[in-house]
């Protein structure tokens, strides 16, 4: 006896098209047990979650191969009924719904673009048509493409086309690059495509991957997929390019939604404390080391500038390269020019002999 439908999360009897519905009409011509199979095999029951071919088999007492066999068979029937109007129509919306990606898109952006409500069982009923479909195939290859469908193998191997170029390039490179640079970089080495299909393409890889802030690298740099808090930090102050307060990064972490977690600012300012690559230049306020910002006191920024010159340095310009590297007020830097370590010579100063 099939297993009765459960209500929710499945499309109000209204939805004549709704991909549900045709669904169930598709399977509606097959004896009991083989609906309860597909509908097993596809999600199609109270749970909306696929089930594997040993386990539908342990179900039904028959081997995995049995049920393979069964779906195979069934699919016979089931392709007359694709031939009806209401297949036709969501065969459609489907092919539509690819087509507009250049003939491939992920799985995931199908389903969200043509389920924007999130209803499981119209997830599961989107599959089950794909699978039906003749025009269209699902695709994908471990570390290269991601699960995506096409309406033509022969895009699929231009796909792999860009993947290929794409990873050679950011590996030599080793720099993050824009979408206009990407793909003016891809257009080079790949003259017959259009802007539009390598950016079709690059949205299904696998290896190659954008951040949160729309740059494209490998999916294990960390500026593409960033792990720990440090990681975070670091991205953070690499997309805004200037110096920030521990509490405007952990702001901007959140903001970004760089984790799933809570961000508390003061772990943040723990994890700057702890790590060379962050230098603090005012109060609470973080640079990269790598802008040329190093650590010390103002103390030891001025000691530093004096001890390249061998004239005294005047008190203006003084302060002024002081507050290329630190954040700090001019009276800060006054008090430190009066300690024992410095002398004024005329408008100047210079280290003390």
């Known amino acids: 006896m099939i297993e009765a439908m459960n209500l929710k999360n499945r499309p109000k009897g209204d939805q004549i098209n709704s991909f549900f519905n045709v669904a169930e009409k598709v399977l509606s011509q097959l004896p009991a047990r083989t609906q309860l199979i597909f ?51 969501v065969e459609k919306r489907l092919l539509f719904a690819v087509e507009k990606k250049c003939g491939i898109i992920k799985e995931v952006d199908l389903l969200a673009e043509l389920n924007p409500q999130g209803l499981r069982s119209e997830e599961s009923a989107i599959r089950f048509l794909v699978d039906c479909s003749k025009k269209i195939y699902a695709v994908s290859q471990r570390n290269k493409i991601e699960k995506a469908w096409t309406t033509s193998l022969n895009i699929l191997e231009k796909a792999l086309g860009v993947a290929e170029n794409a990873k050679r390039m950011l590996l030599e490179g080793k720099n993050l ?125 001025l000691r530093g500038i004096l001890e390249k010159s061998e004239e005294p340095i005047e008190r203006e310009t003084l302060i002024e390269k002081t507050l290329e590297v630190r954040e700090v007020k001019r009276t800060t830097i006054m008090i430190n020019l009066n300690s024992k370590h410095f002398e004024k010579v005329g408008s100047g100063y210079r280290l003390k002999k």
Not at 39 to 54: A, Q, S, V, W, Y
Not at 236 to 255: D, G, S, T
Not at 266 to 283: A, C, P, S, W, Y
């Open 39 to 89: 509908k097993k095999r596809f999600g199609l029951l109270d749970d909306f979650i696929p089930e594997t071919l040993e386990n539908i088999g342990v179900d039904c007492q028959v081997t995995r191969e049995r049920i393979r066999q069964i779906i195979a068979d069934a699919k016979k029937h089931i392709d007359k009924k694709c031939e009806e109007a209401e297949f036709q129509e």
């Open 177 to 301: 690059l824009s979408d206009d640079e990407i793909s003016k970089e891809l257009l080079l080495c790949l003259p017959g495509f259009s802007k539009k299909e390598i950016a079709s393409y690059l949205n299904i890889l696998a290896e190659v991957k954008k951040n949160k802030f729309g740059k494209w690298g490998m999916r294990n740099w960390s500026e593409i997929n960033p792990k720990g808090s440090r990681e975070k930090i670091y991205l953070v102050l690499k997309e805004e390019n200037r110096p920030l307060h521990f509490i405007q990064i952990a702001k901007l972490i959140e903001k970004h939604k760089l984790g799933t977690k809570k961000i508390h600012p003061q772990t943040i300012h723990n994890e700057l404390i702890k790590d060379t690559r962050f230098v603090l230049i005012g109060r609470g306020i973080y640079a990269l080391s790598e802008w040329g910002y190093f650590s010390g006191t103002v103390k030891d920024v």
